[in-house]
T-cell receptor, first 118, second 113 residues
């Protein structure tokens, strides 16, 4: 098991539901990421937080809303999703998203949340 | 737009053979290169990173980087069935001041007994 945990591991929701994904890292890192992984597609970066500040929003629809209350926790709030949003949502952390070098750059991934939108 | 290209495979090799996985990238300013392994239904895990031209060896794995030709490869010697997974190439550069990695689609490797 990695130092990055995600809950829930599986989620089924209707298009009118509101749900939240949670990520927690126990590695003392300062940067956290949300990725979306769909079948046959590359990992898509959604959001980046560095020292609790959002530094990247990769043109993600507003039905996805991130929250980073501290450097160890990251949430992804979901509302009025579409079936095409069904995917594996991965959280990752690294020492610092702005640092070059392996120590700063290496990302550690959580196990992911498998989301199905009906 | 930065792009990272990988052959989706599957690449099938017999047990004990050398598996060669390739990755090309479009951003000449790229500086950091990573290989992740992802088992089916699991999250990616880092195998190797490389920054300098040439080879970098770690056990049965060797990463090769050629910045002039803009490719990075991963060799797996003495392939084992447990190496069967999808291998993701990730590239980071400094274009626009962003240190965020760009991932390829991954290459599926099958090692058969």
């Amino acid at each position: 098991e990695t130092g990055v945990t995600q809950t829930p591991r599986h989620l089924v929701m209707g298009m009118t539901n509101k749900k939240s994904l949670k990520c927690e890292q126990h590695l003392g890192h300062n940067a956290m990421y949300w990725y979306k992984q769909s079948a046959k597609k590359p990992l898509e970066l959604m959001f980046v937080y560095n020292f609790k500040e959002q530094t990247e929003n990769n043109s993600v629809p507003s039905r996805f809303s991130p929250e980073c209350p501290n450097s160890s926790h990251l949430f992804l709030h979901l509302h009025t999703l579409q079936p095409e949003d069904s995917a594996l949502y991965l959280c990752a952390s690294s020492q610092d998203s702005g640092l070059a070098g392996a120590r700063g750059e290496t990302q550690y991934f959580g196990p992911g949340t498998r989301l199905l939108v009906l | 737009q930065k792009e990272v290209e990988q052959n989706s495979g599957p690449l099938s090799v017999p047990e004990g053979a050398i598996a060669s996985l390739n990755c090309t990238y479009s951003d000449r300013g790229s500086q950091s290169f990573f290989w992740y392994r992802q088992y089916s239904g699991k999250s990616p895990e880092l195998i190797m990173f490389i920054y300098s031209n040439g080879d970098k060896e770690d056990g049965r794995f060797t990463a090769q980087l050629n910045k002039a030709s803009q490719y990075v490869s991963l060799l797996i010697r003495d392939s084992q069935p447990s190496d069967s997974a999808t291998y993701l190439c990730a590239v980071k550069g400094t274009s626009g001041g962003s240190y965020i990695p760009t991932f390829g689609r991954g290459t599926s490797l099958i090692v058969h007994p």
